[in-house]
Structures are given as structure tokens and as C-alpha cells.
């Protein structure tokens, strides 16, 4: 199983510059609105390989980019995930001009399919509603059965 030691986000949709170090048994973000809950759980979903979707915030990366700093091409969210004996870095660079991503882990250029590898082995689903619930998904979620 892996956790989620440091997040950090460079110029990520409100955010200048901004990490967090959660604990690694945090399952659970809680906070009164606007204090970047989402931001903060949109960042860790981005990162993991999620898709833009799941997040329910919007299908274009490029929303993701603070206002303002589209041009920049320096806006990226970057993790630090616990496996087994040690830390593994992961950074999605995010290109507004394009819509488009870069990867890397520990520093090295990688791929979104290796990041998706890695997460299947930590056990991080980030596509499922459950993982990553979308405030407008919410409602829906509750009418669901118990099946």
C-alpha cells in the first residue's frame, strides 16, 4: 500500500505556490468552503494519473492553470508517495497553451502509463467516484443503492 507524504502545486488553478504534508494514514479532506479542499484532492488525482473528469471540475487541463499564468508553461503538481522503503516523486507538468501533460518520476522523464502502473501497485484507484468525489457528483452518489 502507498500514501501520500507531500503535495505540491506550482501555479495550480488558485494557487501560486502551495504544499501540504498529510499524514500517512489521511484518508479523509475536511474543511469549510473555500479553504482548497478540492483544489487539493483535484491536485493528488491530476498527479496520479487521473483524468480530468473524475474531478468534475472540467475536461480541459487547461483549467487547471491559475489564471494568468497560461503562457508561463510552469505550472505543474508534483507528489510524494511512501512505497514499501521509499519515496517515489511523481510531476505532471500542465501545458495550457496545448491542453497537454508531461510526466516524470524521481526526476526522470516518464510516462502516464508508468504513473498508472505505479499507482495499480500502490492500490490508488483515483478514477473511482468514491476516491475522488466531485461536488457535483455528490447528490447523485447518495440516491445510489447499496449495490
Known amino acids: 500500500m502507498g500514501a501520500v507524504l507531500r503535495v505540491k502545486r506550482i501555479n495550480f488553478i488558485t494557487?501560486?505556490?502551495?504544499?501540504?504534508?498529510?499524514?500517512?494514514?489521511?484518508?479523509?479532506?475536511?474543511?469549510a468552503k473555500g479553504t482548497g479542499?478540492?483544489?487539493l484532492t483535484h491536485a493528488i488525482c491530476l498527479a496520479c494519473a487521473g483524468h480530468t473528469s473524475t474531478v468534475g471540475r472540467?475536461?480541459?487541463?487547461?483549467?487547471?492553470?491559475?489564471?494568468?499564468?497560461?503562457?508561463?508553461?510552469l505550472s505543474y503538481v508534483e507528489l510524494d508517495l511512501f512505497k514499501e522503503d521509499k519515496v517515489v516523486t511523481i510531476r505532471r507538468d500542465l501545458k495550457a497553451t496545448d491542453n497537454s501533460s508531461k510526466w516524470q518520476m524521481n526526476g526522470k522523464s516518464s510516462s502516464k502509463e508508468a504513473v498508472k502502473n505505479?499507482?495499480?501497485?500502490l492500490c490508488i484507484n483515483v478514477d473511482?467516484?468514491?476516491?475522488?468525489?466531485?461536488?457535483?457528483?455528490?447528490g447523485n452518489f447518495t440516491l445510489q443503492s447499496p449495490k
Request: charged share 30%; with cysteine.
Open 58 to 73: 472540467s475536461k480541459d487541463l487547461a483549467q487547471f492553470v491559475k489564471k494568468g499564468k497560461e503562457k508561463d508553461n
Open 37 to 39: 479542499k478540492s483544489t
Open 15 to 31: 494557487y501560486d505556490e502551495a504544499a501540504v504534508f498529510p499524514g500517512a494514514r489521511v484518508n479523509v479532506v475536511l474543511g
Open 118 to 121: 505505479l499507482m495499480s501497485e
Open 128 to 138: 473511482n467516484l468514491c476516491s475522488f468525489m466531485a461536488q457535483d457528483k455528490v
